[in-house]
């Protein structure tokens, strides 16, 4: 069973940036989508964006495409996801998610489909 745990997050205003960590322990995270979602207060866990195992491709929620970006560093068992241009409406815990299974060639985007969970780390938005 993986680790995940989340860090990076912070209070910023409205245009900053933020970069979340996702550093794993227990096991490789090398050959699974990892996957980071959000949830607002009041409101349901969306999807943000996912990298697949081969860090060769990425798909993002039409929230934060072209603002956000999903790397991955199998060296460090550790996903990043930075966030550019943030707006007030990012406010959320982020979470970071490893697929329930290894080499997957179609990338998730639901959460079913994510077996590990890290705890979260708050970013705040401010205007």
């Known amino acids: 069973q993986v680790q995940l745990v989340e860090s990076g997050g912070g209070l910023v205003q409205a245009g900053g940036s933020l970069r979340l960590s996702c550093a794993a322990s227990?096991?490789?995270?090398?050959?699974?989508?990892m996957g980071w979602f959000r949830q607002a207060p009041g409101k349901e866990r969306e999807f943000v964006g996912a990298?697949?195992?081969?860090?060769?491709?990425?798909v993002y929620a039409d929230s934060v495409k072209g603002r956000f970006t999903i790397s991955r560093d199998d060296a460090k068992n550790t996903v990043y996801l930075q966030m550019n241009s943030l707006k007030p409406e990012d406010t959320a815990v982020y979470y970071c998610?490893?697929?329930?299974?290894?080499?997957?060639?179609?990338?998730?985007?639901?959460?079913?489909?994510?077996?590990?969970w890290g705890q979260g780390t708050q970013v705040t938005v401010s205007s």
């Open positions: 998610a490893s697929h329930r299974y290894e080499s997957m060639t179609v990338l998730a985007r639901r959460g079913t489909d994510f077996g590990s």
């Open positions: 227990g096991r490789t995270i090398s050959s699974y989508t």
């Open positions: 990298i697949s195992w081969s860090g060769s491709s990425t």
